[in-house]
């Protein structure tokens, strides 16, 4: 039976990463561990390797050393797997299920799920959209974010248009800046918005107060937001909204400062309600010309379970 190699807090075992190890001499004797380490490993971050020292990967003599302030002494060995860091790991391809409603030689539109990371970063440095997109066509690897020309938030699902070849991501980035491309949403808010449609025009920037959310500040780039209500029952209204600019929470910052948080968005406010635990924001329709060829594309994709079911609940059927 062959070994079993002990597998890392990334999952990756162990042993497909470099071990190195070092006796110690004089110099070293009464240094801290992390200091020599950083002469053991001098391409990785003092911090990075603090990381590695709390999560098991040096030894000293044979045991795991765990406090990076530990006192050295010559003539123990210093042995330490160096797991890289969870950034550098980001851009790699993994089998990720996609729900792709079209594709062709130069355009890939999926259905995202909630739930489904759209781009890897803190907290989040694999199994995203990106990973499953390196996965499912390795030429996606030669392409600026993997093809990727806009996202979703994490829990806002519905449809995206990738690019497959440059000349598409190219062409797509450009359409998107000039406001070419069509995109739908279906919300569910608190608060009745009444019974006319209307439009929030203001700039959306890093909340100054909150660095974490987006607020609508004059230090922000202009955005604009149509929104049209559909129906109102016992205080949530479910709305569309129509996107004429692309700012990161624009529709949630948006429909906030106007007193009316999505349903189940605790960022901005937003209590859960009809059983929803994610912000009730569905990316329902999607226009664009074809990046190449120019031909019109229209595509729908119907809410998921969670978000159908609270709609139903407010709109008549």
């Not at 045991?63 to 160096?82: D, F, N």
């Amino acid at each position: 039976m062959p070994e079993l190699l002990p597998v890392a807090d990334d999952g990756e075992p162990e042993g497909s990463f470099e071990t190195r190890s070092q006796a110690l001499g004089a110099a070293a004797h009464g240094q801290r561990l992390d200091k020599v380490l950083t002469g053991l490993a001098p391409e990785f971050s003092r911090n990075h390797l603090q990381s590695l020292i709390e999560a098991g990967h040096v030894q000293v003599d044979g045991v795991v050393a765990a406090v990076s302030s530990r006192k050295l002494r010559a003539g123990q060995r210093l042995v330490v797997t160096l797991v890289p860091p969870a950034e550098s790991l980001a851009f790699r391809p993994e089998a990720i299920a996609l729900d792709v409603v079209f594709e062709d030689e130069h355009v890939l539109v999926v259905n995202k799920p909630a739930g489904l990371v759209v781009h890897p970063a803190a907290g989040n440095w694999s199994g995203t959209l990106l990973n499953g997109l390196l996965a499912r066509d390795p030429r996606a690897a030669q392409l600026p974010r993997a093809g990727i020309v806009h996202r979703l938030d994490k829990d806002t699902s519905g449809l995206m248009v990738v690019g497959r070849t440059l000349a598409a991501v190219t062409a797509l980035v450009r359409d998107m800046a000039l406001r070419d491309v069509r995109r739908r949403y279906m919300a569910l808010v608190h608060g009745d918005v009444g019974r006319l449609p209307f439009t929030v025009d203001a700039p959306v920037g890093r909340d100054p107060a909150v660095r974490v959310r987006m607020a609508v500040t004059s230090q922000g780039k202009p955005a604009r937001t149509d929104v049209m209500p559909v129906a109102c029952l016992d205080g949530i209204s479910a709305v569309r909204c129509a996107l004429h600019t692309g700012r990161t929470h624009q529709i949630r910052v948006h429909l906030a400062h106007r007193g009316h948080p999505l349903v189940a968005d605790s960022v901005y406010g937003g209590r859960p309600a009809l059983g929803l635990a994610r912000q009730a924001l569905h990316a329902a329709e999607l226009g664009f010309e074809h990046p190449i060829t120019r031909q019109p594309l229209r595509f729908e994709a119907a809410a998921p379970a969670d978000l159908a079911a609270a709609w139903a609940a407010v709109v008549p059927a």
